[in-house]
């Protein structure tokens, strides 16, 4: 049961029923009247939910990144977090943007893909050495900017960052996955 107050529309302030009308032109809120995701918690935070929405709406639609290695980079977070909600929303997305079931499983497992492509692998090593080393090393750092350039690596570490965040926001507030959905890092 997630810990923050179920709110309906009509018990929001005006400015946080503005962020919950932009937000339902993108969402279908679900039968208790929530968005869903970390956008109930951001709502109550307008200006925040304002921007974050904003920049999460950069990833989806602007990024110079390929739609599959921003997924990639996603579980990975996802994975390290042990984020129930983002990883089952975008397992889905990952297979959808061309992941394959093993190179999804395996960061599942949290081992470097045994297969997948070089762009793959690098997205991987990318997001792990971030979440693990708190840096990107020299070599790894000319590899990215030689096969992504200077913006799309600039780009996969805000996605890092934006979805790190989005982990903390869920985790946080125990926010669970929509009913019938898996459970897959059980909390206890």
Known sequence: MSR???KTRSELSPEQQQQFDRLEKMRSPDRDGQ????????????????????????????????????????????????SNV????????????????EVIADIFAESRPRAGSQKELLI?????????NHEVE???YDQAVATFGEQGLIE??????????????????????AEGEPTPFPRE
Request: glycine fraction near 6%; charge should be neutral.
């Open 86 to 101: 983002e990883w089952v929303s975008h397992e889905r997305m990952a297979k959808e943007y061309g992941i394959s079931d």
């Open 156 to 177: 996969l570490i805000m996605t890092v960052g934006f979805y790190t965040f989005v982990s903390m926001t869920l985790n946080t507030f125990d926010i669970e996955t």
């Open 35 to 82: 968005i869903g995701g970390p956008f109930d918690v951001w709502i109550r935070s307008p200006e925040l939910c304002h921007r974050a929405v904003s920049l999460g709406n950069f990833i989806w639609q602007r990024t110079t990144l390929d739609r599959g290695l921003v997924e990639l980079s996603i579980l990975v977070t996802a994975r390290f977090w042990r």
């Open 4 to 6: 923050l107050t179920k």
């Open 124 to 132: 991987y090593d990318i997001a792990t050495s971030l979440h693990r």
């Open 138 to 140: 020299k070599g790894l």
